[in-house]
């Protein structure tokens, strides 16, 4: 998956917003769009939907644990 993200002006200018409140640093638009972009990029790689059938599978992996630990935090 080796598609290019856009980022728009105003991405850009929220990002730099965003950056100097976390890290109270200004950034200029080519590093907030590089920044950007990386932290994208990452978030596409690494998000990744549930499938109906793992859901499935995780409500009954809860459902078999609540029965055997019904107070839900005892070990």
Known sequence: MNKTLMISEG?????????????????SAEKAYQSATKLLRLVEIIYKPMTQEELEMVQQWEAKIMKEFPSGNEA
């Open 11 to 27: 991405g850009i200018k929220k990002f730099q917003e965003l950056y100097k409140e976390h890290f109270g640093e200004e950034i």
